[in-house]
C-alpha cells in the first residue's frame, strides 16, 4: 500500500471507529457485484453507522480533493457503482434501521442501507406493502433503489422508485445534511429537492434516510399466461385488461418467442405451460382485496379477450405454486449467459413504434453479426423492452459497440430512452444524447457544478 493510501485509512480511521474503515486489501477480499467476478478496488471502504458519519467522511473527503463513490447493494447493471484505486466507497452497509412504520400515516422511515426485501417483510406485518419489487430484492438497499430510480414488475400499478418516495435526508458533498424527510402525500411548497437526487445515481449527494409510501397489501392474485399471435393483439390486449379490471392490473409482461423458448427448455428448469410456437407471451397479473370477485373478474376478462379474438392460447394459474412457476420463467433471464456473452439492454419506447423498432432491428443485426442471437422480453406495460444480445465470447469487445449502436441509434429519431430503468452508470454515457437534448444536458451540469463544484461524488458517472 503507498503512503499516501496509508495515512488516508489512518486519517478516516480517526474521524469513525477503526472497524468502520477497511484498507485497500481488505476491499479487495470483497466482489465488484453480485453477479460479478472481479474484486472490488479502492483506497478505502468506509462504513458510517449514522448520517453524521456520512457527513464528517464527506466533508474531510472535500477538504482533501478525494473522490467518494457511494455505495448500495452492489445489484447495478450499469457501472454506476464502480471504484478506482485512488477513491474511496462509502458503504451504507452499517446503516440498516428500520426507524418507523406508520399504519396510519401508511409510511415507513428507513435508513439508507436498509434492504428492499427487509422492508417488504415489515411492511407486511402491518397488512401494507412496499411495491417496488425486482430480482434482487434480497441485495438492493432501499437507498440505491432511489439513487438509480429502480423500477421493476410492477411500475405499471404503482410507479418507479420515484413515485414511492416521499422524502429523503440527502448529504452534500460538503457535509451539509439536507433533512427533507416530508411523510405528506401533498406537499407542493416550491421545488421538490428529493426529485433532484432520486435517479442521479449518487452524484449529486448521498442519500442516507428515506420516508417510502406503503400501500394496502392486495388480499387476492390472479395471474394467467397467454399466447399472441401478433404484436397488435397483444397491445389490444394489454388495453383490454386495464379497462376491464378496474385498476387492479398489477403486471403485463411480455416475452418475444426466442425468449419464451430459451427459459422453457433444457437447460432451463422451465416446463412450457403453452406450446413453443406462437409469436407472443404474455404473463398478466391482478392483485386486488376481494377474494370472492376478483377472480370471477379476472376469468371474465380473459375469457371476453378470447372471444374477441385478442389470445391464441392461454392458461390460467390455479394456484399460488402456477403464479410462481408463471413468474420463474420471467425471472429466468440468466439463461441469457448460456453458450455465449451477452450484451443487456433496456430500452423505452412508445408502444407504436416496437414492432417496427424490433424488426428493424433484428434485420440490422443479422446484417452486421454473423454469429449472435437476440432475445426480446420485457415490462410492455410500461414501453419498456429488455434486448438481450448474444455473441461469441471472443468477439464480445470488439462487437459490443456494434451492437450497442445498432440498438441506440434507431431510438433517436422518436427520443426513445437509452435506459428505462438500469440508469446510466458508465455503460451508457456516450448515448446518453440520443435520450436528452443539448439543452437538457447542460442543465444537468449546471446543477452537477452547483452541487458538487469540486466533483468529488461519484465522479464520471452519469456525466463527463
Ligand atoms: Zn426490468
Redesign the pocket.
Known amino acids: 500500500m503507498n503512503q499516501v493510501a496509508t495515512e488516508l485509512v489512518a486519517e478516516l480511521r480517526n474521524l469513525l471507529d477503526p472497524a468502520a474503515v477497511l484498507d485497500a486489501a481488505e476491499t479487495a477480499t470483497r466482489p465488484a457485484g453480485i453477479w460479478r467476478g472481479d474484486a472490488l478496488q479502492a483506497a478505502a471502504l468506509v462504513r458510517p453507522r449514522s448520517t453524521e458519519e456520512v457527513a464528517a467522511v464527506l466533508r474531510w473527503c472535500q477538504q482533501n480533493a478525494v473522490t467518494v463513490v457511494p455505495q448500495g447493494g452492489l445489484t447495478g447493471l450499469v457501472h454506476g457503482a464502480d471504484a478506482g484505486p485512488d477513491q474511496v466507497i462509502l458503504s451504507l452497509e452499517r446503516m440498516r434501521t428500520i426507524e418507523d412504520i406508520n399504519p396510519q400515516q401508511r409510511t415507513a422511515t428507513v435508513q439508507a442501507g436498509v434492504v428492499l426485501q427487509a422492508l417488504q417483510e415489515a411492511a407486511e406485518t402491518q397488512k401494507l406493502m412496499f411495491p417496488l419489487d425486482?430480482g434482487a430484492r434480497g441485495s438492493a438497499t432501499l437507498g440505491g433503489a432511489a439513487a438509480t430510480n429502480a423500477?421493476?414488475?410492477r411500475v405499471i400499478r404503482y410507479g418507479m422508485m420515484r413515485d414511492m418516495v416521499l422524502g429523503l435526508e440527502v448529504v452534500l458533498a460538503d457535509g451539509t445534511v439536507v433533512s427533507a424527510l416530508n411523510p405528506l402525500l401533498k406537499n407542493n411548497t416550491g421545488y421538490d429537492l428529493k426529485q433532484l437526487f432520486i435517479g442521479s445515481e449518487g452524484t449529486l449527494g448521498v442519500i442516507t434516510r428515506l420516508v417510502l409510501r406503503l400501500r394496502e397489501q392486495p388480499l387476492t392474485h390472479s395471474m394467467a399466461f397467454v399466447a399472441i399471435d401478433s404484436f397488435a393483439q397483444v397491445s389490444q390486449f394489454l388495453r383490454h385488461m386495464d379497462r376491464n379490471l378496474g385498476g387492479t392490473l398489477s403486471a403485463f409482461e411480455v416475452m418475444w418467442r426466442d425468449f419464451y423458448a430459451l427459459v422453457t427448455s433444457p437447460p432451463a428448469a422451465g416446463k412450457p405451460p403453452i406450446p413453443q410456437d406462437y409469436l407472443f407471451y404474455v404473463l398478466v397479473e391482478s392483485q386486488g382485496a376481494d377474494p370472492e370477485l376478483d377472480p370471477a373478474r379476472f376469468e371474465r376478462c380473459l375469457a371476453s379477450a378470447w372471444e374477441a379474438g385478442l389470445l391464441a392460447d392461454a392458461v390460467l394459474a390455479k394456484s399460488e405454486a402456477d403464479c410462481q412457476a408463471f413468474w420463474a420463467l420471467r425471472d429466468d433471464v440468466g439463461q441469457v449467459l448460456n453458450g455465449g456473452a451477452p450484451i443487456i439492454f433496456?430500452i423505452s419506447l412508445p408502444i407504436g413504434e416496437m414492432e417496427q423498432y424490433t424488426q428493424a432491428l433484428a434485420a440490422s443485426l443479422n446484417a452486421k453479426l454473423e454469429q449472435h442471437r437476440l432475445w426480446i422480453f420485457?415490462?410492455l406495460g410500461d414501453g419498456?423492452l429488455?434486448l438481450s444480445v448474444q455473441v461469441p465470447l471472443a468477439d464480445y469487445e470488439r462487437l459490443r459497440p456494434v451492437v450497442e449502436q445498432a440498438v441506440y441509434q434507431p431510438l433517436a429519431p422518436f427520443r426513445g430512452s437509452v435506459s428505462?430503468?438500469h440508469g446510466i452508470g458508465l455503460e451508457k454515457k456516450p448515448y446518453l444524447g440520443i435520450s436528452r437534448s443539448e439543452t437538457e444536458l447542460a442543465l444537468m451540469h449546471t446543477l452537477k457544478q452547483a452541487l458538487d463544484p469540486g466533483g468529488i461524488l461519484n465522479p464520471g458517472k452519469v456525466l463527463s
Open positions: 425486482l423500477g421493476g414488475n433496456d420485457g415490462h419498456n429488455h428505462a430503468e
